[in-house]
């Protein structure tokens, strides 16, 4: 149970994002949701049991990052957990990468995580404890296809993950990765019509091949990382830490 604990999580509207807010909410925690959105946000919130807060900010940017941290602090106090959930995922050919492209994939799913726990950290080990939970991606134990800079990028989560992980290990606080194989969100919905598109297959075509990386032949349900999630939060985790929990049916072992 997470009654007491204070948990930030970011890209909490939509997604694996609203179902890991969903889950820490009925342990009890008393949530943080950090988007760009504040309408969708604020619907969540209002649906959640318990009273929670929002704030609005692009973790690409070190100031909005800066701001919204301090004011869930000074709302809701100490964050003792962090989920760096919050991430794009954009396609292209090697070739055709713009350095744009991999620069807003580095800067979102890579320097936003990097953001976000310099912002946490610091309270965290004043506290003598805490959670950092990166959703990663099976992208960021072996590599895909046409999307070269997300994978670098998530590669770099994991490589995050396991150097704080190691820094803080003597400090109560443990630092991993959950990495979901392909999940039933809008990143996948627009890979599906990415690859419609631009193949002509059906979308249950184009889905069927998704699903058919994972040896348990299926997409993974948000819920289910979700549950990763809760575990690594508990106290029950406390000896798990710089970890990659693949939730992919066995895609990555
Ligand atoms: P999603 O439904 O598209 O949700 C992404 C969330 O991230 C949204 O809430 C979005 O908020 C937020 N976000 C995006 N860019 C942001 C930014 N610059 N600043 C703040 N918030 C931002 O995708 P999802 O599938 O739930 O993805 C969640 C995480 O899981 C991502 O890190 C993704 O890489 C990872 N993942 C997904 C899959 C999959 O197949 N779905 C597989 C492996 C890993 P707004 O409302 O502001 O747009």
């Known amino acids: 149970m997470l009654h007491g604990k204070h948990a930030l999580v970011t ?46 900010a692009d973790i690409a940017d070190p100031g909005q990052v800066d701001a919204a941290f301090a004011r869930a602090r000074d709302e809701r106090g100490t964050v003792h957990i962090l989920v760096n959930n919050a991430g794009q995922a954009e396609s292209a050919p090697l070739v055709r990468t713009s350095l744009e492209l991999w620069q807003r994939m580095l800067a979102v799913n890579l320097t936003g995580t990097f953001l976000c726990s310099q912002a946490v950290l610091p309270h965290m080990l004043a506290a003598g404890g805490g959670r950092i939970v990166n959703i990663a991606s099976t992208a960021a134990q072996k590599g895909y296809a046409y999307v070269s800079a997300y994978v670098a990028a998530k590669h770099g989560v994991l490589g995050l993950t396991r150097s704080l992980a190691l820094e803080v290990a003597r400090k109560g606080i443990t630092v991993n990765a959950v990495c979901p194989g392909y999940t039933d969100t809008d ?29 348990q032949a299926r997409i993974v349900q948000p819920q289910e990382v979700a549950d990763a999630v809760r575990w690594l939060c508990g106290d029950g985790a406390a000896s798990v830490t710089g970890q990659a929990i693949s939730v992919s049916g066995g895609e990555v072992m």
Do not use: C, K, M
Request: avoid cysteine; proline fraction near 3%; charge should be positive.
């Open 187 to 215: 990143i996948l919905r627009d890979s599906v019509a990415n690859v419609v598109a631009r193949t002509g297959r059906s979308e249950r075509e184009a889905l069927a091949e998704f699903a058919a990386g994972n040896p």
């Open 11 to 56: 890209g909490a509207a939509r997604g694996i994002g609203a179902a890991i807010a969903r889950t820490l909410a009925a342990e009890g925690a008393t949530l943080t949701l950090l988007g760009r959105n504040e309408a969708s946000l604020q619907a969540l919130a209002r649906e959640l049991p318990g009273q929670h807060g929002i704030v609005v």
